[in-house]
Every structure is written in structure tokens, then in C-alpha cells.
């Protein structure tokens, strides 16, 4: 869908900045050059920088094709920082007696690297590691190298589990087993006494106090894990008769993942450090208060309690935990404990960003046929006339009528009163006239609900070389907005409205929700499509759980990644590529062998080849296409192969007549695309 340009000015990266309103979300991690490119620079201004596109240019040329993940080590070493930082300004300012413990729950994003990259940025900061099940917790033994850093340990747990984390102790680690369920206390307790140790032991509370956001019901009376104030109570007594209350080292809860509102945080802080208080006056002289997760990101900018926002600073929250305990320690005259946090999300959501390219472009025609002022059809003379008369006083009064009119030219169809142009015609009016009503309703201060839909209606498809279900899951299944704009050509005006659809062949495999500072837009705003030039968007925010949530609809596997780190010389230096899955590695995922399947298809080429339906040389080419797709990447590639260059398609005029052409030329494109694509040459690098 166009723009309308009523803006005489020249169109500036200002204006690109204000619009997808880069710095809300970026802060200083992000900018345009003059050129119209996005540029990285996680230092700030001043810092070294690097041009996104010139990246993705210089990554093609290498044979690394789109759509690809780079995880940009700089900002998560920034974000490490800030967060430790955070905490730091908060307890100097405060007088606070204990430290900061910061541990990374690997649950958001288990990537190896990452999880390596965060042990060694926040080794100066004793960052440790949460795991929540057993493999995460062989993880996280065998790259806790920090011998500052805490172990915790969360999560269902079975006496293998419990043995593993105890043992971990005589290694050097402090692991620390927080009893999610009371049953899991006898297991401590018998495994504790078999191997002679006095174990680190935690308590996870079950609070009355409630997250805000999509994820609240992670927290409350009702929640999946944790003990009522009976059983902790029940906890304390036990260790007691035990003489190994000094065991019990740590009170922790969680309320949810991005909670939104701070005023969540500090209910949950209250009721928490009371239950803090007493255990302390029951004897129990705690260590550590592990205030969990929830750590919101602003995806969208507001800084509201919006469900993709957070109506709070890393400052304020960082102030809010402090005083809180400080409060309750110093109420009742309590040493001030260690105070760790489990934010996974805040630390890695900023470093990942996808990049990919748009393949083909579906605008809906709303410019009215000439045919339609001579057609001599009454329904269509009647919508001819409401286009003529649509203004600012009969604007919804027309949409009703063309609406009718539009129900009536289908009926008309049906009945085989109105042939197939005529019923093209008729569409096409009807969309026009909603593009006119489209241009009127964007003019005033209240939309009427009927009209709401008109901008999504009209918006042009783009399609786009990533899979929804692998790479932003959390759009997909709770709505998660993520930032996403082009990367090039922010020094032009964009012209279009579009929702981005994926290759997946599923309906919602599409982003139709994206930020705005007031609401949530249904549609883009993009650039025109130029012909045989890529065309290059980016989804930001996506480092935390969309990897390892991914899943492989349409048999789309993980993308190529890339870890690029900052050079003052050269802007940035390329410190790993991790080859995305092959077609053939999918495939082996659902239990199919590569060699059986070339084995199959072969015979199935004998056969046709005696049949006669099939000569030598399409034989050769077909099993020649039918290997390399094998070895490929499962997303499609721009490669030039034997003299055929794949380029983004050209845009289509959706009108009612073309429909049908158009799906068949999409799905035919799309074949040919498939067969034709190569593999990324980048080596392979294991996960």
C-alpha cells in the first residue's frame, strides 16, 4: 500500500530514526550514516561502529547467505556491565553492606557461545549460572569457570540431579540446590549424608504477590514451583532436627518473565523480604536473597507497562531491589545478605539481530480500471459513483454502501449474472474506495472500529526469506513485539505499507504487529521494491529464548550465525561463523537418512528412464538438483547457478482478476528457487 506524499521537504534519517523510533529501543547501539545505512556502534557515538549492509554485502560475497543471526558480542558485554553497574551505583548509593551476585539462567539462550562469552564478561563481575534442568546443569558445570560465580540450581529434580549438583562442591563450584518441591528435601537431605557433605540449600517461596504481563501466572499462590510459607516453615524445622539449619543459604522467588510494571517488582520485594526476616528469626541465618528474573525489555520503546515494554529503568530496578532488602534487614536489625538476580532476558535480548531479504512483493491494486466507467453493469455504475462522491461527511455512509455493493457483484457471480471481469472490476472499485476512506479516517482523532482494519486491508505482502516459527517464535504464539525495520535506504522516504509474510506455507507465518510509541501498527513502512536489487530488513531484540524455542515448521532449520565483535580499525571483525542447518540435517532430525533418500530417488529414475518419460541427460540434472538440495541451506539463496540468477520478484498487482495466476506464479517461483539453491560455502562450526 502507498504512502500518500504530502510532505513537500526532502525526506531526511531523522525522519527514518523518529519513525521506527531507533533510539528508544537501540539507545546508542544503533544510528544511520549519511548514507541511509544502519549503523552498529555499541560504544556509543564515538565509539567504533560498522555499516549493517556493508556486513550482510561482505557476508554474501564469503558464500554466507540470508536470513542470518549475528550475535554481536560487544552489547552483551555492554549489557553485563550495565547491569552489574546498575546494582553497584545502587549499593554504594545506599550505604548496602552485601554485594551483587548476578547468574545468568542459561534457559534463555543455551547457545554455547553465548554461554561462554557471558562467563568470561562477567568474571569481574562474579557472575555465575542458573540451571534449570539436568542437561542444563551439565552445561553449566562444565563451563562455570568462574570460581566466584554461584551455581543455582532450579527446576524438577531427580536424585541423579541432586547427586550431580552435590558433588559439583568437592570441584571447588557453590552450587546451591534451591528445593522447588518439599519432597526434594529428603532427597538432599539422604544424598547429603551418603556422600558427607553439608550441602548449600536454597528455598524457593511461593508468593501471594503477582508478575504483571503475559507471563503473571509464572508467579502466585497458584504457580508451578515453590513452597507455601507451611512448608518453608516445615523446611526450617527439619533442618533443625538435622542440626543443619547453617545448611539453608538462600531465599528465592520469581513473580514471572518481563514484568512490566515496577509496581509488581516492589509488592513481590515486600512480601519476600518479610518471609526473608522470619527465617531469619527462626534461626536460619540466610546468605543470599535471589530475587529471580522478570528483568523487563523495553522492546518497543514506550516505556509503559505494555506487554512487549517496562514502565521502569535498569537503575530503578536495580534501587528497588537494594532498598527493599536493605529495608527489611535493617528493620529487624539483619546482616545484609548477597542480593542475586537471575536476569536472562535483559542480558542477552539486545546482541542478536536477524537480517534477511525480501524475495517478491504482493501491492494490491486500488487504482480503478478505466474498463469500469464504461461497464454497463448497475453494481458496477454504482461503486463508480460512491468513488467519485467519497469525502470527509459521507465517508462511512460510502463504506457500508460499497460494501453491500461489493456482496451484491459476488452474489451476482454466483448466479453467473456477472462474468469473471466484471467481478474483478467490482473489487477493485470497492478496494479503491477503501483507500480513499483509508486517506480520510488517517486525518481524524477517532477511527470508528469498522474502518480500523482498512490499513492492514490495504497493505502491500512481502516476502520474506525467514521462518517465523524458527526465528521469532514468541511473535507467532504470544504476539511478542520485536523491532524491525530496513537497513538501507534510510535516506529515502518510504512509500509502502506492508506486513512481512515468512516462507513457511502456514497462515500465521507472517509479522503483522509491530512497535509504535502510542499502540501496536498493523503494517510497515517500507520502500518500493526495486528491480534485481536486494532488499534487506532486520528484526531486533532476539536474543532471548527465540533460538532454542524455534521450531521446524516446514522442515525452515536454525539459520546461518555469525559472532561479530568490534575493531577499531576496521569497524568490526568476524570471530565465528555457525553454518545453518542443511537440508539433510533437518531431515534427520524426523528420522530420514540422506544416502536412503538418493538411494530412493535413483531407482525411481530408473524406472522413469525405462518408462521413457524421463531421458539421461533430465535424469542427470534432476538427481544432480536433488543432491545439492540435500546438502543446501533450507532457506532460498540469491546464487547464480548455470547462467540462472535468482532475483527478488517484482511486485504484483493483486486485483481480483490476477489472483489466481499470481499464487501459481508464487508457488512456481518459489519451486524453482528450491531446486536451484545452493549451499552456504562458510565452514561448519559445531554448536
Same mark, same amino acid.
Given at each position: 500500500?502507498?504512502?500518500?506524499?504530502?510532505?513537500?521537504?526532502?525526506?531526511?534519517?531523522? %525522519?527514518?530514526?523518529?519513525?521506527?523510533?531507533?533510539?528508544?529501543?537501540?539507545?546508542?547501539?544503533?544510528?544511520?550514516? %549519511?548514507?541511509?545505512?544502519?549503523?552498529?556502534?555499541?560504544?556509543?557515538?564515538?565509539?567504533?561502529?560498522?555499516?549493517?549492509?556493508?556486513?550482510?554485502?561482505?557476508?554474501?560475497?564469503?558464500?554466507?547467505?540470508?536470513?542470518?543471526?549475528?550475535?554481536?558480542?560487544?552489547?552483551?558485554?555492554?549489557?553485563?556491565?550495565?547491569?552489574?553497574?546498575?546494582?553497584?551505583?545502587?549499593?554504594?548509593? *545506599?550505604?548496602?553492606?552485601?554485594?551483587?551476585?548476578?547468574?545468568?539462567?542459561?534457559?534463555?539462550?543455551?547457545?554455547?557461545?553465548?554461554?561462554?562469552?557471558?562467563?568470561?564478561?562477567?568474571?569481574?563481575?562474579?557472575?555465575? $549460572?542458573?540451571?534449570?534442568?539436568?542437561?542444563?546443569?551439565?552445561?553449566?558445570?562444565?563451563?562455570?569457570?568462574?570460581?566466584?560465580?554461584?551455581?543455582? *540450581?532450579?527446576?524438577?529434580?531427580?536424585?541423579?540431579?541432586?547427586?550431580?549438583?552435590?558433588?559439583?562442591?568437592?570441584?571447588?563450584?557453590?552450587?546451591?540446590?534451591?528445593?522447588?518441591?518439599?519432597?526434594? $528435601?529428603?532427597?538432599?537431605?539422604?544424598?547429603?549424608?551418603?556422600? %558427607?557433605?553439608?550441602?548449600?540449600?536454597?528455598?524457593?517461596?511461593?508468593?501471594?504477590?503477582?508478575?504483571?504481563?503475559?507471563?503473571?501466572?509464572?508467579?502466585?499462590?497458584?504457580?508451578?514451583?515453590?513452597?507455601?510459607?507451611?512448608?518453608?516453615?516445615?523446611?526450617?524445622?527439619?533442618?533443625?532436627?538435622?542440626?543443619?539449619?547453617?545448611?539453608?543459604?538462600?531465599?528465592?522467588?520469581?513473580?514471572?518473565?518481563?514484568?512490566?510494571?515496577?509496581?509488581?517488582?516492589?509488592?513481590?520485594?515486600?512480601?519476600?523480604?518479610?518471609?526473608?526476616?522470619?527465617?531469619?528469626?527462626?534461626?536460619?541465618?540466610?546468605?543470599?536473597?535471589?530475587?529471580?528474573?522478570?528483568?523487563?525489555?523495553?522492546?518497543?520503546?514506550?516505556?509503559?507497562?505494555?506487554?512487549?515494554?517496562?514502565?521502569?529503568?535498569?537503575?530503578?530496578?536495580?534501587?528497588?531491589?537494594?532498598?527493599?532488602?536493605?529495608?527489611? *534487614?535493617?528493620?529487624?536489625?539483619?546482616?545484609?545478605?548477597?542480593?542475586?538476580?537471575?536476569?536472562?532476558?535483559?542480558?542477552?535480548?539486545?546482541?542478536?539481530?536477524?537480517?534477511?531479504?525480501?524475495?517478491?512483493?504482493?501491492?494490491?491494486?486500488?487504482?480503478?480500471?478505466?474498463?469500469?466507467?464504461?461497464?454497463?453493469?448497475?453494481?458496477?455504475?454504482?461503486?463508480?459513483?460512491?468513488?467519485?462522491?467519497?469525502?470527509?461527511?459521507?465517508?462511512?455512509?460510502?463504506?457500508?454502501?460499497?460494501?453491500?455493493?461489493?456482496?451484491?457483484?459476488?452474489?451476482?457471480?454466483?448466479?453467473?449474472?456477472?462474468?469473471?471481469?466484471?467481478?474483478?472490476?467490482?473489487?477493485?472499485?470497492?478496494?479503491?474506495?477503501?483507500?480513499?476512506?483509508?486517506?480520510?479516517?488517517?486525518?481524524?482523532?477517532?477511527?470508528?472500529?469498522?474502518?480500523?482494519?482498512?490499513?492492514?486491508?490495504?497493505?502491500?505482502?512481502?516476502?520474506?526469506?525467514?521462518?517465523?516459527?524458527?526465528?521469532?517464535?514468541?511473535?507467532?504464539?504470544?504476539?511478542?513485539?520485536?523491532?524491525?525495520?530496513?537497513?538501507?535506504?534510510?535516506?529515502?522516504?518510504?512509500?509502502?505499507?506492508?506486513?512481512?509474510?515468512?516462507?513457511?506455507?502456514?497462515?500465521?507465518?507472517?509479522?503483522?504487529?509491530?512497535?509504535?510509541?502510542?499502540?501496536?501498527?498493523?503494517?510497515?513502512?517500507?520502500?518500493?521494491?526495486?528491480?534485481?536489487?536486494?532488499?534487506?530488513?532486520?528484526?531486533?531484540?532476539?536474543?532471548?529464548?527465540?533460538?532454542?524455542?524455534?521450531?521446524?515448521?516446514?522442515?525452515?532449520?536454525?539459520?546461518?550465525?555469525?559472532?561479530?565483535?568490534?575493531?577499531?580499525?576496521?569497524?568490526?571483525?568476524?570471530?565465528?561463523?555457525?553454518?545453518?542447518?542443511?537440508?539433510?540435517?533437518?531431515?534427520?532430525?524426523?528420522?530420514?537418512?540422506?544416502?536412503?533418500?538418493?538411494?530412493?530417488?535413483?531407482?525411481?529414475?530408473?524406472?522413469?528412464?525405462?518408462?521413457?518419460?524421463?531421458?539421461?541427460?533430465?535424469?542427470?540434472?534432476?538427481?544432480?538438483?536433488?543432491?545439492?538440495?540435500?546438502?543446501?541451506?533450507?532457506? $532460498?539463496?540469491?546464487?547464480?547457478?548455470?547462467?540462472?540468477?535468482?532475483?527478488?520478484?517484482?511486485?504484483?498487482?493483486?486485483?481480483?482478476?490476477?489472483?489466481?495466476?499470481?499464487?501459481?506464479?508464487?508457488?512456481?517461483?518459489?519451486?524453482?528457487?528450491?531446486?536451484?539453491?545452493?549451499?552456504?560455502?562458510?565452514?561448519?562450526?559445531?554448536?
Amino acid at each position: 500500500m502507498s504512502i500518500p506524499n504530502k510532505e513537500l521537504r526532502a525526506w531526511t534519517i531523522r %525522519d527514518s530514526a523518529e519513525l521506527y523510533q531507533l533510539s528508544a529501543w537501540g539507545g546508542e547501539s544503533f544510528a544511520i550514516d %549519511d548514507r541511509g545505512d544502519l549503523t552498529v556502534q555499541p560504544m556509543g557515538k564515538g565509539g567504533p561502529k560498522f555499516s549493517l549492509p556493508e556486513l550482510i554485502e561482505d557476508l554474501r560475497s564469503r558464500g554466507i547467505e540470508l536470513p542470518v543471526l549475528l550475535r554481536i558480542s560487544n552489547i552483551l558485554q555492554l549489557r553485563v556491565a550495565a547491569l552489574s553497574g546498575a546494582f553497584k551505583n545502587a549499593i554504594d548509593e *545506599c550505604g548496602y553492606k552485601g554485594r551483587y551476585r548476578p547468574v545468568f539462567p542459561i534457559k534463555v539462550n543455551q547457545q554455547r557461545d553465548v554461554v561462554e562469552e557471558l562467563v568470561e564478561f562477567g568474571r569481574e563481575y562474579s557472575m555465575g $549460572l542458573e540451571a534449570g534442568s539436568k542437561p542444563e546443569l551439565l552445561v553449566v558445570l562444565a563451563h562455570m569457570t568462574n570460581p566466584d560465580g554461584l551455581v543455582i *540450581c532450579n527446576g524438577y529434580k531427580d536424585v541423579r540431579y541432586i547427586e550431580t549438583a552435590m558433588l559439583a562442591q568437592k570441584m571447588g563450584l557453590y552450587t546451591i540446590i534451591v528445593v522447588d518441591r518439599f519432597e526434594e $528435601l529428603e532427597a538432599v537431605l539422604k544424598v547429603s549424608k551418603r556422600f %558427607d557433605l553439608r550441602p548449600h540449600i536454597g528455598v524457593r517461596a511461593k508468593l501471594a504477590s503477582r508478575g504483571a504481563g503475559k507471563w503473571q501466572e509464572s508467579g502466585g499462590e497458584k504457580s508451578k514451583f515453590g513452597l507455601t510459607a507451611g512448608e518453608i516453615v516445615q523446611v526450617v524445622e527439619r533442618l533443625k532436627q538435622l542440626n543443619m539449619l547453617d545448611c539453608l543459604e538462600l531465599l528465592h522467588f520469581h513473580i514471572g518473565s518481563q514484568i512490566t510494571a515496577i509496581r509488581a517488582i516492589k509488592d513481590a520485594l515486600k512480601e519476600a523480604t518479610r518471609v526473608f526476616a522470619e527465617l531469619h528469626a527462626l534461626g536460619a541465618r540466610l546468605k543470599f536473597i535471589d530475587a529471580g528474573g522478570g528483568l523487563a525489555v523495553d522492546y518497543d520503546g514506550s516505556q509503559t507497562n505494555f506487554h512487549s515494554s517496562a514502565n521502569y529503568s535498569l537503575q530503578e530496578y536495580a534501587n528497588d531491589v537494594v532498598f527493599a532488602v536493605q529495608q527489611a *534487614c535493617e528493620e529487624k536489625g539483619i546482616p545484609h545478605p548477597d542480593i542475586v538476580t537471575e536476569s536472562g532476558r535483559a542480558l542477552t535480548a539486545h546482541h542478536s539481530v536477524l537480517v534477511f531479504d525480501v524475495l517478491g512483493v504482493s501491492q494490491m491494486a486500488i487504482e480503478p480500471p478505466v474498463s469500469a466507467e464504461k461497464h454497463t453493469d448497475a453494481t458496477i455504475a454504482n461503486l463508480v459513483q460512491i468513488l467519485r462522491e467519497v469525502s470527509l461527511k459521507n465517508f462511512q455512509e460510502c463504506y457500508h454502501d460499497a460494501l453491500q455493493l461489493k456482496e451484491e457483484a459476488i452474489s451476482l457471480f454466483n448466479l453467473g449474472y456477472l462474468d469473471l471481469k466484471g467481478r474483478a472490476v467490482a473489487e477493485n472499485l470497492f478496494w479503491a474506495i477503501c483507500d480513499k476512506i483509508r486517506q480520510i479516517v488517517k486525518t481524524l482523532d477517532y477511527v470508528p472500529d469498522e474502518l480500523s482494519g482498512l490499513e492492514k486491508a490495504l497493505a502491500d505482502t512481502y516476502y520474506c526469506n525467514f521462518s517465523v516459527f524458527q526465528s521469532a517464535p514468541d511473535h507467532w504464539a504470544v504476539k511478542q513485539l520485536f523491532p524491525t525495520m530496513p537497513i538501507h535506504r534510510l535516506n529515502e522516504r518510504p512509500t509502502r505499507r506492508a506486513i512481512l509474510a515468512d516462507l513457511t506455507c502456514d497462515s500465521d507465518g507472517k509479522v503483522d504487529k509491530f512497535i509504535d510509541l502510542r499502540d501496536v501498527k498493523s503494517v510497515l513502512e517500507v520502500h518500493q521494491m526495486q528491480p534485481s536489487k536486494p532488499y534487506y530488513l532486520a528484526m531486533f531484540l532476539v536474543g532471548a529464548y527465540q533460538e532454542i524455542l524455534g521450531d521446524l515448521h516446514n522442515l525452515f532449520g536454525d539459520t546461518n550465525a555469525i559472532h561479530i565483535s568490534m575493531d577499531e580499525e576496521h569497524g568490526y571483525r568476524i570471530e565465528r561463523v555457525i553454518e545453518g542447518d542443511s537440508v539433510a540435517e533437518v531431515l534427520s532430525y524426523v528420522q530420514y537418512d540422506k544416502q536412503d533418500l538418493i538411494r530412493r530417488m535413483r531407482s525411481r529414475l530408473e524406472v522413469a528412464m525405462r518408462q521413457g518419460t524421463l531421458n539421461i541427460k533430465d535424469s542427470a540434472l534432476l538427481m544432480k538438483r536433488y543432491e545439492e538440495g540435500l546438502s543446501g541451506y533450507t532457506y $532460498l539463496t540469491s546464487e547464480q547457478e548455470d547462467g540462472v540468477e535468482l532475483t527478488p520478484m517484482p511486485p504484483i498487482e493483486n486485483s481480483a482478476a490476477q489472483q489466481v495466476s499470481q499464487q501459481q506464479a508464487s508457488q512456481q517461483q518459489a519451486s524453482q528457487q528450491q531446486a536451484t539453491g545452493a549451499h552456504s560455502t562458510a565452514v561448519k562450526s559445531p554448536r
